[in-house]
């Protein structure tokens, strides 16, 4: 048997607090109890007018972006509508039950017209960090490096070649003074700089600041490139974004030297980062760089680079038939080229597996900064460097799978730079918020409510 339920409670009028329709549990309590955002008011001080009708609450404006990209949701209209049927979000963002929502353009306009060309978001970002470094929860004894791409709001259908001057390597300048040192030691020339160089590459016409990804097995499409560090815990600690043509090795030197690196002893990076510049940076700022193991791109039954021995006293390469590689100049890329007496290697029993070229000379380089390459994978194999390097699939790789599944980062919505660094600040904004909150609340269960917990 069934009862008939009484539809005339839809029309009924109740007299209730906002404050006991939200969940004690409820996730946006415990991130409205993690900070305080009356900060925000400091920040936004100054771009607005003291004339004119009064303004959307700034504080109540960025709650609605971080509800956004706190649970993921696609479009700020998509936004609006959540908010307007859900009662812990207008609790959140301190609207009643009756009060109308703001319309979807407002934080567009807000954004044009007070925003565009400041470093807001970035100040927020950094006030959410420092918040969680006051509390403890940031350990950036150990920190980690690697670029995820974003995928642009633009059709990859819709480009066109333009020649562009391809940037220089970004440790161009103090390697040349480095090999026109070392020539001029040897007696040689100096080299002339490198002159930037003109390429044809594919632009998009729709957004033409990302650049066109490809990488692998990936598809390619046009992208963004942000590259980001984080702690143990998963803090992000700061991010750099740049278009998605751009190697690695290009925009770490942006990001690392803008860190705060005072506390660490370790920087664990990708293979991309295992380049001689990147490396001899790390060891320049007094860090280890922990790396991982490449393999050797020898081909098949030739000898490897590792089966020439280098003798450093004598600056000189040892073949596996123990003959001789002297060096003989270096070249503008900044290698030293070590080369043997064809001579010996006419007559050599295993010149197939050792040389193929037509003057019967094997030539061995060594750039001038391999120290440091050789420096780091010595160092690869201690007990703590390696361990480091194991824990970038739960730091920073969780931060790239959190925040592109759950945040709204595998694609971005927003067309040009500056607009996308926006929308990445506020969803590492709102990683670091959602992490500050949830360690605040189990530190509060564990001291107050010990059984519970």
Avoid at 299 to 328: A, H, M, W
């Amino acid at each position: 048997m069934y009862r008939k339920k009484n539809r005339e409670i839809q029309i009924e009028e109740v007299k209730i607090s906002l404050e006991k329709l939200v969940p004690e549990n409820h996730i946006l309590r415990a991130i409205d109890k993690a900070i305080d955002f009356s900060f925000i008011y400091e920040e936004v001080e100054g771009l607005y007018s003291e004339k004119g009708r009064p303004g959307i609450d700034p504080v109540s404006l960025l709650k609605i972006v971080f509800i956004q990209y706190l649970f993921g949701i696609g479009s700020m209209r998509q936004t609006i509508r959540e908010i307007e049927v859900n009662v812990a979000y207008r609790w959140f963002i301190g609207y009643s039950l009756t009060e109308p929502v703001p319309h979807f353009s407002t934080f567009g306009k807000n954004y044009v017209r007070r925003f565009a060309g400041t470093d807001i978001f970035e100040r927020i970002f950094k006030r959410i960090l420092e918040e969680a470094e006051k509390s403890g929860y940031v350990d950036a004894s150990s920190v980690f490096i690697d670029s995820t791409h974003i995928k642009a709001s633009a059709n990859k259908h819709k480009s066109k070649e333009v020649k562009v001057t391809k940037p220089l390597k970004q440790y161009q300048l103090e390697l040349e003074a480095e090999i026109n040192e070392l020539r001029l030691a040897d007696g040689k020339k100096k080299i002339l700089a490198v002159k930037p160089e003109e390429v044809t590459r594919k632009v998009s016409t729709t957004d033409p600041d990302c650049g066109l990804f490809v990488k692998g097995e990936h598809e390619r499409c046009f992208a963004y490139s942000a590259q980001t560090a984080c702690d143990k815990h998963g803090f992000v600690l700061d991010f750099e974004l740049g278009a998605g043509n751009l190697h690695d090795g290009q925009l770490f030197h942006e990001l690392y030297k803008k860190m705060e690196l005072s506390k660490t002893e370790l920087v664990a990076v990708d293979a991309g980062y295992k380049t001689p510049g990147v490396v001899r940076e790390i060891f320049l700022s007094g860090k280890i760089p922990a790396v991982p193991y490449t393999r050797p791109k020898t081909k098949d039954g030739f000898f490897r680079k590792s089966d020439y021995v280098y003798d450093e006293y004598f600056d000189c390469y040892i073949c596996p038939q123990n003959q001789l590689l002297k060096y003989t100049t270096t070249n503008r890329e900044g290698y030293r080229e070590y080369k043997s007496n064809p001579r010996i290697c006419e007559n050599c029993p295993c010149r197939e597996n050792c040389t193929l070229s037509k003057n019967k000379t094997k030539v061995v380089v060594r750039h001038v900064w391999a120290k440091y390459m050789e420096e780091a994978e010595h160092l690869r194999h201690v007990p703590k460097v390696r361990d480091t390097y194991k824990k970038r699939k739960e730091t920073i790789e969780r931060v790239f799978a959190d925040t592109k599944e759950r945040h709204c980062l595998r694609y971005t919505n927003y067309r040009g730079l500056a607009k996308v660094k926006v929308q990445v600040a506020l969803i590492f904004s709102c990683l670091n918020l959602k992490k500050l909150a949830k360690r605040k609340l189990l530190n509060f269960i564990f001291f107050f409510c010990p059984r519970s917990y």
